[in-house]
């Protein structure tokens, strides 16, 4: 089964929400990925980013839904501010020492996620959240 992940940029919840039945537009900056569970990823980032554990950022509804698309086909969710300060503000090392770590997280699961491929959509989604802060906006995903 084949995932499309798109972590996008938007002013706020609403704009984010149209992204629901197509994606996010041209108009907006965007990340496109796939074939991994973004709602997991984002919860695991934010522990390893933050020293909060899962169950702590599960407890605080974090990662928030904002739409489900008739049938379960898309949904669009919103990145914490507390996970998209993270990313902004983290420092090459530490986006590789997590990547790292969050490979190692998924192997335990018994999910395969090259370390090299970790790295690089951690430095991705970490631009992009730099990205919207100099904007003044926040970071959203889109998946089908």
């Given amino acids: 089964m084949s995932i499309i992940v798109k ?15 197509d994606g996010p537009g041209e108009a907006c900056e965007s990340l496109s ?4 569970d973004p709602m997991g990823a984002v919860i695991e ?3 390893l980013l933050t ?3 899962v169950e702590d950022v599960v407890e605080a509804g974090e990662p928030r839904v904002l739409g489900v698309e008739e049938g379960g086909g898309c949904f669009v969710f919103a990145i914490s501010s507390d996970l998209s300060a993270a990313l902004a503000d983290a420092e090459r090392p530490t ?10 997280l998924r192997a335990e699961e018994g999910e395969t996620i090259d370390v090299e491929i970790a790295d ?19 970071v959203y995903c889109w998946v089908a």
């Fill in 95 to 104: 986006l590789r020492d997590v990547a790292d770590s969050w490979a190692q």
């Fill in 120 to 138: 690089g959509i951690m430095s991705d989604v970490a631009a992009l959240a730099g990205s919207a802060r100099r904007q003044g906006q926040s």
């Fill in 33 to 36: 990925l796939g074939n991994f």
């Fill in 45 to 47: 980032w934010q522990s």
């Fill in 51 to 53: 020293g909060r554990n």
């Fill in 7 to 21: 972590f996008f940029v938007a002013p706020d919840d609403t704009a984010a929400d149209l992204a629901l039945r």
